[in-house]
């Protein structure tokens, strides 16, 4: 592969994250991370999650839906990719900006802020082996997590 080739797959990765979870499709988010570990800083602390199993848990658990959705959409910008193609691993950097809309609660960004992840190449493929998330901006998060204390 390329290094165009290989940026463009971890793109792919972290823009499929956004739709999946936009879709409210959980499980295949999950499966995104199958072989990573997943953390969210709230407050002082880093909440941890390892492999499909728990992070799935934790979208069920966390994340309030309509109708199988939950009436957002994940914006993405600002990714940086950094491949070492000879070890085969990369690191990205990006921001995310979270908007939601509901019948009670008008179009509005409900939280906004940065993914540091990493991936590992094997087998030829890419995937994820960390997701480091960090919400810099928290608006009203009521019509999206059942329990909003977690982020802060």
């Known amino acids: 592969m390329t290094a165009d080739t290989d940026r463009d797959e971890i793109a792919k990765l972290v823009l499929r994250y956004a739709e999946l979870v936009d879709l409210g499709e959980f499980a295949a988010v999950a499966e995104l991370f199958n072989q990573a570990t997943y953390r969210a800083v709230a407050g002082a602390e880093v909440h941890t999650r390892t492999g499909a199993d728990e992070v799935c848990q934790q979208f069920e658990r966390l994340v309030i839906t309509y109708d199988g959705v939950p009436s957002?959409?994940?914006?993405?910008?600002n990714l940086v990719i950094d491949v070492d193609a000879g070890a085969g691993t990369a690191v990205s950097r990006s921001y995310f900006t979270v908007l939601q809309a509901r019948p009670?609660?008008?179009?509005?960004?409900?939280?906004a802020g940065?993914?540091?992840?990493?991936?590992?190449?094997?087998?030829?493929?890419?995937?994820?082996?960390?997701?480091l998330i960090l919400s810099d901006l928290v608006g009203d998060l009521s019509h999206h997590l059942k329990n909003t204390k977690l982020l802060q």
Request: charged fraction near 20%; avoid cysteine; hydrophobic fraction near 45%.
């Open 72 to 77: 957002t959409k994940h914006v993405i910008t």
């Open 104 to 111: 009670t609660l008008p179009l509005q960004i409900i939280v």
């Open 114 to 131: 940065r993914y540091h992840d990493a991936f590992a190449r094997v087998d030829g493929a890419w995937h994820f082996t960390d997701r």
